[in-house]
């Protein structure tokens, strides 16, 4: 079988019941179950949730994406490689991490497949959490032009790029456009102070002024665990994304927990620590590839630039990336993957023909 074959580059396509339409992101795609086959799992396999919970069959591909756009390679290779399945594998990992350490659950009710997640459906929390322990990419370059603001965060004079930070930095970010906060933009992913989510917590989607505290609480062990984890393996937790909801359990109580995808490649800024002391960069994440482009293409300001977007899409659309390039990037998920979760990641030779057997099978999901 070619790479191309073995790369899960659609997947919303799978012939999985549903009862509503399949929503499909950059990376994954939500196959919502009918009320009736999600009553069944629930009674069947005996999850922690509610009789009537709504579930959902979430289905990893392995595209990837970077600056907005999708890329592609040569011999018709829509995809990384191995990307999805070791994705999956370090949030499985960590998500195991944090529920034995006591900090909060997921919203992952079973493993089906490598690249399937059974979900019960999140009420999702309208802020991007993200965590910073170095100073660099965007936060570094707005500091070189002068700013020492973040998120309402005062930082010192004097720092230079890739420097430790003098403390763990919370820079959130808004989920979404959101109307009627005073002072936030209706903008996507615009910055906010934790004075801004304090006092309009309601509108991020928070149940109480408590939860404030909570998210921050939740975000800051979970990067530290992660950071000391990573730290044993002689790489470098540099930043990183987390996504919080809300669900209920099988005796009615709400609970705050992390969502999406935690400590990956495509979510955080990993560094190599050898590569490190010897005072150089190496990105085991998805900063890699982006490095890759800019120095790929001519005229990196492309790129960069947000009001040349049209250029951008064609440049992705119509350059398909050597072959070679696509596996370096694999062998940089696989690779982080393997030494975090200390096996080598499970990756399918024909996925979709395996999810469709599993689901059909084994959950009765398929006709």
């Known amino acids: 079988m070619s790479l191309a074959q073995q790369v899960m580059a659609v997947n919303n396509d799978l012939p999985i019941r549903t009862g ?13 179950l009918t009320d009736e086959d999600s009553a069944r799992l629930v009674q069947e396999r005996g999850y922690d949730v509610p009789a009537n919970a709504p579930l959902a069959i979430m289905v990893i591909s392995d595209r990837i994406s970077a600056f907005d756009c999708i890329w592609h390679g040569e011999g018709g290779m829509a995809g990384v490689p191995g990307k999805g399945a070791a994705l999956n594998a370090i949030s499985n990992h960590w998500f195991e991490c944090f529920r034995n350490q006591g900090l909060a659950d997921s919203h992952i009710l079973e493993i089906p ?10 009420k999702p929390v309208m802020i991007e959490a993200i965590a910073r322990q170095y100073i660099t990419g965007s936060m570094w370059r707005s500091y070189a032009n002068g700013e020492r603001e973040f998120c309402g965060i005062s930082i010192p004079d004097g720092l230079e790029k890739d420097q430790k930070l003098p403390q763990l930095l919370i820079t959130p970010s808004t989920k979404g456009i959101l109307e009627g906060i005073p002072g936030v933009p209706a903008v996507d992913d615009v910055n906010i102070t934790r004075s801004d989510i304090e006092n309009n917590y309601a509108a991020f ?8 505290d909570r998210y921050e609480q939740l975000l800051t062990e979970g990067f530290v665990l992660i950071s000391d984890q990573l730290g044993a393996l002689d790489q470098i937790f540099v930043d990183t994304k987390f996504e919080f909801g809300y669900v209920t359990d099988k005796a009615g109580n709400e609970k705050l927990i992390y969502m999406d995808e935690v400590g990956t490649p495509d979510s955080s800024r990993i560094w190599d620590g050898p590569a490190r002391r010897e005072g150089r960069v190496v990105e085991n994440s998805k900063e890699s590839f982006r490095q890759l482009l800019l ?10 630039n947000k009001d040349r977007m049209a250029e951008r899409t064609a440049l992705a659309a119509d350059n398909a990336l050597p072959a070679d390039v696509l596996m370096e990037v694999s062998a940089t998920y696989t690779g982080i993957a393997e030494k975090i979760i200390g096996k080598p990641v499970d990756i399918s030779a024909n996925p979709k023909a395996e999810i469709i057997a599993v689901l059909r099978d084994e959950f009765g999901l398929i006709d």
């Open 295 to 304: 120095n790929h293409f001519p005229d990196p300001d492309i790129l960069l």
């Open 113 to 122: 497949h490598p690249l399937v997640w059974i979900v019960q459906k999140a």
């Open 20 to 32: 509503a339409p399949v929503h499909s992101g950059k990376v994954r795609s939500v196959y919502w």
């Open 205 to 212: 989607n928070l149940r109480s002024a408590a939860d404030v």
